[in-house]
C-alpha cells in the first residue's frame, strides 16, 4: 500500500510543480509565497521556468576552441618557417653541387690561408652535397 501510494505521489509531483504561485507582503512587510492568493491582499504571480533557459553560444576565438585555433596558427606558423629554411637550404646545396662538379680548380679558406682542392676532396664533397641532397630535398 506504501508503495503504491508513493508511486501516485512522484507520479503526480511534476503536476504539483507546474501548479501557479502567488506572492504577497504582510502588514510587517514579511513575503509569502503560497499555491493560493491570500483574501483582501494584493498578490502577483510568481513566474516559474518550464524549462532551464538555453546556454549561450560561445563567441569564436573563446574557450578551448579560441585557443586550439591559436595553437593551430603557431604550428603552421612554425611549419611554414621550417619549410621556407629547407628551401633555402636545398638551393644553396644544389648551388654548391654545381659549382663543385663544373669548377676543378676550386679553393678554400683553411685557417686564414687560402688552398686548392685536389680531384679527391672535390669529389668527396660533390659526395657528401649529393647525399645531402637527397636526404633533405625534393
Known sequence: MRTLLLTLLIGLSPWCMAAQ???????????????????????????TPSSPPPKAAPMPGSGALGDQKVIDAKVKKQVADQQAQLKQFCEQARTNLAQLQNNPRLREEVEGESRRLDDAQRQERIIEAQKQITQNCE
Open 21 to 47: 504561485i502567488y506572492t504577497w507582503v504582510d502588514a510587517q512587510g514579511v513575503t509569502h509565497f503560497d499555491a493560493q492568493p491570500p483574501q483582501g491582499q494584493p498578490s502577483s504571480t510568481v513566474q
